[in-house]
């Protein structure tokens, strides 16, 4: 089952202080990481705390 994956305004400000091939980087590895499996913890991707989008 594929998950959503939906930015903070917050995140999406982050990403976009990288240059673009950076960007296309972490958003590469963030789709390959997440998109599947995204609250599976392993040794490279750990629980984060809270999520404003739920709040």
Do not use: S, W
Request: hydrophobic share 40%.
């Amino acid at each position: 089952m594929k998950f959503e994956i939906n930015f903070t305004a917050t995140a999406a400000c982050h990403i976009r202080a990288y240059r673009k091939f950076e960007q296309q980087i972490i958003l590469d590895a963030i789709e390959e990481q997440l998109v599947n499996e995204p609250t599976a913890e392993t040794r490279n991707k750990k629980q984060l705390g809270e999520n404003e989008l739920f709040d």
